[in-house]
Each structure stands twice: as structure tokens, then as C-alpha cells.
């Protein structure tokens, strides 16, 4: 019998406290989902990227629900990012320390 260990010191991320963190990490965009253009920029080599704003949030965010306003269209990196993954956790120490 196998019992899974919870790290319980860390608070589960739920859509309720979700801060929309990874929405501050780089987005490649490598495959075509239908994100609208004013919402693309392009790299230093000419890659798509999803714009990033000057306060350093994806230009997508709803700033005040942190909401993605393209979710139907959001890029593939966004759809297989996973609330509550290592990378996520990682993240949100990051913007919120």
C-alpha cells in the first residue's frame, strides 16, 4: 500500500488564490491557437512571444480578476502550465516571496 505524503506547510493554489503568476513568465507562442495579434510580440530573433506590458504582466490579464481575456485562444505553453505544479509553486515564491 502506497500513502501519498502532502506537504501541508504550503497552501494549496486553488482558482481561489491563484495570483496569476506564470502570466509574468516569457510565452513563447510555437503553435497557432488563434491569439489575437494585439496581443503578440516578437523576440529578439524573431520568435512569436505573447506582449508583456510594462508592469511585466502578459497583455492578456484582466488586471483586477488576473483573468486571462483570450483563454479560449491562450497558447499552448499556457494550457499545459498546471496550477499547483512544481513550476507553478516556484513561481508564485517568486512574484510573491
Not at 37 to 51: C, F, L, P, Q, S
Not at 64 to 69: A, F, K, W
Amino acid at each position: 500500500m502506497t500513502i501519498e505524503i502532502k506537504n501541508i506547510t504550503e497552501p494549496e493554489v486553488t482558482c481561489a488564490n491563484c495570483q496569476a503568476c506564470c502570466c509574468r513568465l516569457e510565452v513563447m507562442i510555437i503553435t497557432d491557437t488563434g491569439v489575437p495579434k494585439e496581443h503578440i510580440a516578437y523576440d529578439e530573433w524573431g520568435g512569436e512571444t505573447m506582449k508583456r506590458l510594462d508592469d511585466g504582466w502578459c497583455s492578456a490579464v484582466d488586471r483586477e480578476t488576473l483573468v486571462c481575456t483570450i483563454y479560449e485562444n491562450r497558447p499552448w505553453i499556457c494550457r499545459e502550465f498546471e496550477m499547483g505544479s512544481f513550476e507553478c509553486v516556484d513561481q508564485r515564491k517568486e512574484v510573491m516571496g
